[in-house]
Structure formats: C-alpha cells, structure tokens
C-alpha cells in the first residue's frame, strides 16, 4: 500500500490516506472519492496503520457530510418513491377488495313461541303473560292438546306436574286431584275462567283453546273452594283468519267418530263472529262389552259494539253414556282374618252392561 496526503477542495486536509498501487494518480491532480473532490499533496511508503485509519475514519466522515448535504432533495425524491407506491399499493388493494367483496346477506328470523301461551285467562290474571303472574299456573294450549291427541280433561292435564287421577278409569268423568288435595267438582272448575261448572260430566277438549291449572292457595281468590288449586277451560273464539275442519277420529280399541269445527267473521266492520264445535263418537273401551257414545256441540258468539265494549256468549251442550267398571272391596274380617279376593280380570266387565251411566249438561 502507498500512504499519500490529500486535501479536499475546500482547503480541508486529510492526512495518512491509502489508495491501492494501481491508482494512477498524479501529483496535485484532482479527483473524486465518496461524492467529494480531493487534490494529492504527497506520498510516502510509511506503514502507519493507525494514520490509514483515521483517514479511513475522515474520508467516510466527508461522505457523511455530502450525502447530508444532498439529504432534501433525496428526501423528497424518497418521499415521493414511497408515496408513489404507497398510493398503488392502496389502489391495488381498493381494486381487489372491490373484486373479491361478496354481495350482502340478509338474515331474518321469526320469533315463535311453540307451545307457549300467548295469555294467561284465570282469575286477576286475565290476559297477563305468563311471565307477569306471580303464581304458579299451567297452561296447555291447542297445539299440545292437537299433539296428544286429547279427548278428556285428564288426558290434556296428565302431564302437568302435580295433577293426578283420583277414580280408577275416567270413562265416564275426569275426577281429580292436584298436588294431592282433590278437587271440589262443583267448585274447582271453571269455563273462561268467570263460569263455573260441575265437572261430574265428560268434558270435551276439541272446542277448548286452552286447559289451565292454577295451583295453590291462589284459587282462594274464586272464594270459598279447595285451596289445592283451580281448573279453568278457555273456549275456542272466532279469530281474525276463517275456519272449516273435519276431523276424522279413531282409537286402537276401535272408537271411531268425527268431529267439525267452524269460525267465521261477518258484518259491515267484521264486529260479529261465531265459532261451532260439534262431535259425535262411538266409544268402544278395553273393556270387553263396554262400549257407549260421547257427542257434544258448542257455539260461542261474539258482538264488537265499540272499541271499548265486546259482548260475548257461550254455549255447550254435552252428551255421554258408558258403562263404568266396578271395583272390589276386601271382606269383613272373619276371626281375626280377613280373606283377600282374586285378582279380577282387567278385559273383563265386573257389572252388567245393561244400566250404563247417561250424562247431559247444558253450559251456557
């Protein structure tokens, strides 16, 4: 390596700096290096590694300097490199979420309340929801009664909590019992939750909207009745859509029957409405030789006078005959021993089918 002297054009001097033997650089000749001008002063053969790095040190300070210098106008070309392709870059992604966007979706949803009732009809808490009655109510509405294929009061209660069958069969009339406590007939059961009814009658489930069981000490508001609860049956209603129904209905004893329902809106403003009910089955049991008839027609009319002041009436007319099935009673005690009979058979009428029991109420 040959040492030389150099200073920049500017009179700055840079001592000890090292250019290869190829370099053909003549004395007090001007040349470029790093972006800056220098002039050779001297050379000389002096193996100063120290001096070769200060001047390494210095030449690398002077091309700080003039890319210092030159920084505005590189910024600004940089800044606008940057911006450039920042602006493409936006573009490019703008152009290809536009192509890659999918068209909106439009989700709607219906809520439905299943076998939830709409009201509750009993008592002080006419036409409150459900979730609004401090009591314990239970409410079977048409369609669990629809789904259970109910034709008697127990079968639409006989899977409400609490609620039991007192009588061996009800083939005749549903007597029963809720929570344990049997139910008055005569005051325990109510038509629209106003009219009360003697329940020792087959009650008819396919003109009822709805069956309610009011539990507890909250039947005391009906006043004086069994505090174990209350039996209210809403009447169907003529309602804003028009009804016709036949309903073909058969059992696996072999019961066969039909049964019709009407509604029906008219007048000037819709303000009249009547709905008719009516069926008529032959009752076959599994009971061998009992068998009987169930029939039964119903009408409930509706008068709107104003918007303040609706009029309604009800009507039902019930019909039934079937032999009941006898029960057995231990004997007396016979010396201290009492003498248990046979098991009867279940298939077979313990009484003569001769003196069935007829009932006929009219409810209005």
Not at 78 to 107: F, H
Not at 178 to 207: K, Q
Not at 315 to 334: M, N
Request: proline residues 4%.
């Amino acid at each position: 390596m040959i040492r030389i002297n150099i200073c920049n054009v500017t009179g700055h001097h840079v001592p000890n700096w090292s250019v290869s033997r190829r370099a053909s650089v003549s004395y007090g000749e001007i040349f470029m290096y790093g972006g800056m001008r220098y002039k050779l002063l001297s050379i000389r053969r002096k193996r100063n590694w120290i001096g070769t790095l200060l001047a390494a040190s210095v030449i690398t300070t002077s091309a700080q300097e003039a890319d210092t210098a030159e920084t505005p106008d590189n910024t600004a070309k940089a800044n606008a490199n940057s911006s450039t392709k920042s602006s493409a870059k936006t573009a490019a992604s703008s152009t290809a979420d536009d192509t890659n966007q999918l068209a909106p979706v439009k989700i709607t949803s219906e809520k439905s309340k299943h076998f939830a009732p709409a009201s509750i009809e009993t008592g002080p808490y006419k036409g409150l929801d459900a979730l609004d009655v401090p009591a314990t109510v239970n409410v079977v509405t048409r369609d669990v009664m629809d789904a259970q294929g109910d034709t008697g009061l127990y079968d639409a209660l006989r899977n409400v909590a609490g609620v039991t069958r007192l009588q061996l069969n009800g083939l005749a009339y549903d007597n029963l019992a809720i929570r344990g406590i049997a139910l008055d007939n005569r005051s325990s059961y109510y038509i629209d939750g106003i009219l009360p009814i003697d329940n020792n009658v087959w009650m008819p489930m396919e003109d009822k909207e709805q069956v309610e069981v009011l539990k507890g000490a909250s039947a005391l508001y009906y006043g004086f009745t069994v505090p174990a609860g209350v039996v209210n049956m809403v009447m169907k209603r003529a309602g804003a859509e028009p009804v016709t129904s036949v309903t073909a209905l058969a059992d696996s004893n072999g019961s066969y029957g039909v049964a019709v329902d009407l509604s029906r809106h008219f007048g000037q403003d819709n303000q009249f409405g009547i709905r008719v009910n009516a069926m008529d089955e032959h009752v076959e049991t599994p009971i061998e030789g009992d068998r009987g008839y169930r029939k039964f027609v119903s009408a409930t009319l509706d008068w709107k006078v104003n918007s303040k002041l609706k009029l309604q009436y009800d009507f039902e007319h019930v019909e039934s005959s079937i032999v009941e099935q006898a029960g057995t009673v231990p004997l007396a005690a016979k010396n201290g021993v009492i003498t248990l009979p046979a098991i009867p058979d279940p298939s077979k009428l313990l009484v003569s089918n001769a003196y069935p029991t007829r009932s006929s109420a009219d409810i209005r």
